[in-house]
């Protein structure tokens, strides 16, 4: 039982330890491969379960997609806010569009979040400390990670902390719920995509009417 505890948390604090080196100049540190490459060899290493075979992989989807769903109408709904249309018109973003949606948010956040946090986390976190606490652990080392995102854009370091943190706590109930790492996966999609694709049209609208 120790040696389960002392392996949670050194992996919560290995996790958050890397996320405050993103700002040092490391050889391929941003790239989204390498930070997927790294999320499946912690996978390995932990032996952690995805679901991503059927029939988990079924349920996992439809849990995913209601989430998802939802995720979508709630943005749809906050962009018509014009503080929210102000604050995405003044982000920063990628020089390439495609690449941002197609391989940096699919491949170097939501994979390399979803198993690095929770699958690999999640799961020595719940056999050290059981369900519950060991859900509060990952959630906790999430919100923690983005710190340095927080810094980098100019957010709310507490405030960021605190909603990424609630985030890892609904996406672990949601691999919990369908036993699939899918489900997660989707919603955190669905959050990064759509919040991304509306932020290229906002400010795609904002430079047209310049």
């Not at 790239?31 to 912690?42: D, M, N, R, S």
């Not at 018109?89 to 929770?118: F, H, Q």
Request: glycine share 12%; with cysteine.
């Amino acid at each position: 039982m120790r040696r389960n505890v002392f392996g949670a948390v050194a992996c919560a604090a290995g996790l958050v330890g890397w996320s405050l080196t993103g700002g040092l100049e490391i050889p391929g540190r941003r790239h989204p491969l390498v930070q997927a490459g790294l999320a499946a060899a912690l996978v390995a290493v932990t032996r952690a379960p995805l679901g991503l075979r059927p029939p988990a992989l079924w349920r996992g989807m439809r849990t995913g997609l209601a989430a998802a769903s939802a995720i979508v109408g709630g943005v749809a709904l906050t962009t018509a806010s014009p503080r929210v249309r102000a604050a995405m018109a003044g982000r920063d973003l990628p020089a390439s569009a495609a690449a941002w949606l197609a391989v940096k948010i699919p491949m170097g956040t939501v994979w390399s979040e979803e198993a690095a946090y929770r699958a690999a986390l999640g799961t020595m976190a719940a056999d050290a400390f059981g369900p519950s606490p060991g859900r509060f652990l990952q959630a906790a080392a999430f919100g923690l990670s983005h710190i340095h995102d927080a810094r980098a854009t100019g957010q709310p370091v507490a405030g960021t902390v605190l909603a990424t943190g609630v985030a890892g706590w609904v996406f672990a109930r949601l691999l919990e719920r369908s036993g699939s790492l899918a489900a997660p996966m989707l919603a955190h999609l669905a959050v990064n995509e759509v919040g991304a694709v509306a932020a290229l049209i906002v400010q795609r609208r904002c430079g047209g009417q310049r």
